[in-house]
DNA sequence: TTAACTAAGATGCGATACGGATATATGTCA
DNA sequence: TGACATATATCCGTATCGCATCTTAGTTAA
């Protein structure tokens, strides 16, 4: 596009043109673990193995309302943290024919990831593993979390894993200037819960008087006055997030 | 995609599909500001306006072979780095059909901007104008750079503008923490040019002896030993970037 | 030959942020 | 009422940053 004299002599027909897709990284924290909800495919290519759930982008639909639509369609889930992540456009990342996809990572709480897990059966969560090894993050991998044989790697299919490998580390890298860590805990928590979804996404342990520190100090956090319920000990304070500015 | 019963009685032809583009941010710096390259559009839609290179991704190219590709036809350059942006997919972006298009940020030394202006006569160098206005950025306007009446802002075609933007914000996020002010310099270069080149992308003046420290501590700088020439003051040493690691 | 000039490069210092250890507070439960 | 577990607060040594200042090494011109 852009250039007036291609596109005059253009026929929107003329040319075989790539598909275009959307495919979602659904992520939350369980159990102080990153996890992902993927699709188990059943027909080739790929049967078997594991997949992101995705679509195709309609004529008249945004790439965003694309996005919505499948975390509808294929979660159960009406809102969500959505953001863009990366277009994956390798000539064979489908053998069956060209498709472009633009990969979308979508945040939820630990309540919305366990409703869509209920709602929609077709779905099955996985366990992210990371390992820290340093900055730039080391490998990435889908594990299962079955009672029998939880921590098997899962195959996923396409180019899932590259895609999920960088939802993971785009989270990383976002997670303590942006406000995207809020969006994987519910509408009120603890310091603690905040703490523990930084832990479980960066894959180390932090320090907890300096994490306090610098997240009171980002004036995001406001105090609901109340407590945290159901502890033998000493309660928390509940926080609320407020959109800073 | 992902979804194997939608795939596997999808007929590649049966739906209209959104046309696939690449539109490319070529990005300098000269005379210690931030410049792009653009197109004067001759046609309908936008004519007079100006609009980013770009063109439609073939069925049997890459993404990033297709941004290789324009960056080769339309600014006569050979390489240069080359970065996947966003994905732009306003319905009516275009005004003739939709198009959903994959940005990209291409980084060029001064040398390759002002070759690239020699060697394409289509191609107009704009000034980025960026006003500091706060972490997050202002306002964003491409800037005239004629002789006679410079300064002007420039209309620009389609989202062309958004995409501008984003990528001068993008390039202002990474340049601490990435090598992609490197990109924008000659091969050896001195601290003081990397600094210019900085200043420039973040429109803010930056502290001399933490800027020295922070890049020579970080470890990508190796002095050449041989100094810059044809100053009448103390010349300074000329570094290279090792990769790091 | 030498002094003025200019920017490179180095040094010192106060403020700030951070990791880490430790101390105190506040709830539940026996 | 006291043990217990965790939240919350305080203290301190260290690394980093902004900033001012000083020194160095070239050119230029008297």
Redesign the interface.
Known sequence: ????????TYD?AA???????V?LVLMGVRDGRPGALL?K????PH?GRW???????G??????A?AERILRD?AGIARAHLE?L??F???ER?P???????AYLALLPERAFSEALDGMPELSPAVIAVSWAGEAGGPVAALSTGRRAGGEPLGL??D?ADILALAILRLRGKLDYSDVGFALLPEQFTLRQLQDVHEAILGKALNKPAFRRRMLDRGWLEPTGSREGGTSFRPAELYRFRRPR
């Not at 596009?1 to 005059?8: H, T, W, Y």
């Not at 040319?15 to 897709?21: K, N, Q």
């Open positions: 596009m852009s250039e007036a004299e291609f596109l005059s929107p040319y075989e043109r790539p598909a275009l897709a495919d699709l495919r059943t027909e080739h049967a997949a992101l759930p995705g679509g195709f982008v004529l008249d639909e945004t790439l965003d694309a294929k863009q990366y277009t456009g390798a000539v489908d069956r024919m060209r498709i472009v996809s633009v299919a396409f899932h």
